[in-house]
């Protein structure tokens, strides 16, 4: 069994999701060539991944068969493990820096920003900060040992007399 590249499991997944695709469909949902996906749907036959079935004179079913079926989960469940091993790397990483801030003093901690981000680091604070002295409240930002976790790119707007710290270059892991 080869390894596919990116490409060519997102075709498999695409013709796994909806069998009756014309190639050309499937080039312009993949940003590729009608000739390279051609080529790849004949890889895929030739390998056992998928099977065709002629339809009428211009219409064409592609079908997975078992093994195409076992490499598309397959896929999907690496996918899916790489992305929780991902989270947990962040979840990690954050806690780290969390209780490092507050282990330097600092006892009042404002998010700036808004997302999937901000819900992370909202819960990640209260399983690893909860029971301890420090707040997560936006108005404390000029205590003298608060901080902003900065979740944006750009700086904050607001004037205040604390630090920033931006959380995105802590966490890099991708």
């Not at 093994?67 to 954050?94: H, M, P, V, Y």
């Not at 700036?112 to 909202?122: T, W």
């Not at 936006?138 to 710290?165: A, K, W």
């Amino acid at each position: 069994m080869a390894t596919l590249s990116p490409k060519e499991i997102e075709l498999l997944e695409s013709i796994g999701g909806n069998k009756i695709l014309s190639q050309r469909d499937l080039a312009k949902s993949a940003s590729l060539s009608l000739g390279l996906v051609n080529i790849i749907i004949r890889k895929f036959v030739r390998e056992g991944y998928i099977r065709i079935n002629h339809l009428n004179k211009k219409k064409v079913e592609y079908l997975l068969t078992p093994l195409g079926l076992s490499e598309s989960e397959r896929i999907t469940s690496a996918d899916t493990n790489e992305t929780i091993q991902k989270f947990k790397q962040i979840e990690t990483q954050l806690v780290q820096m969390l209780q490092e801030l507050h282990t330097n003093g600092y006892r009042y901690f404002s998010i700036h920003g808004n997302g999937e981000l901000r819900q992370l680091l909202e819960s990640t604070f209260k399983s690893s900060l909860g029971n301890t002295s420090a707040c997560l409240e936006e108005t404390d930002r000029n205590q003298p040992d608060s901080i902003v976790l900065n979740l944006m790119i750009r700086p904050p707007e607001e004037e205040f007399s604390g630090n920033v710290i931006r959380v995105l270059e802590k966490i890099r892991t991708w």
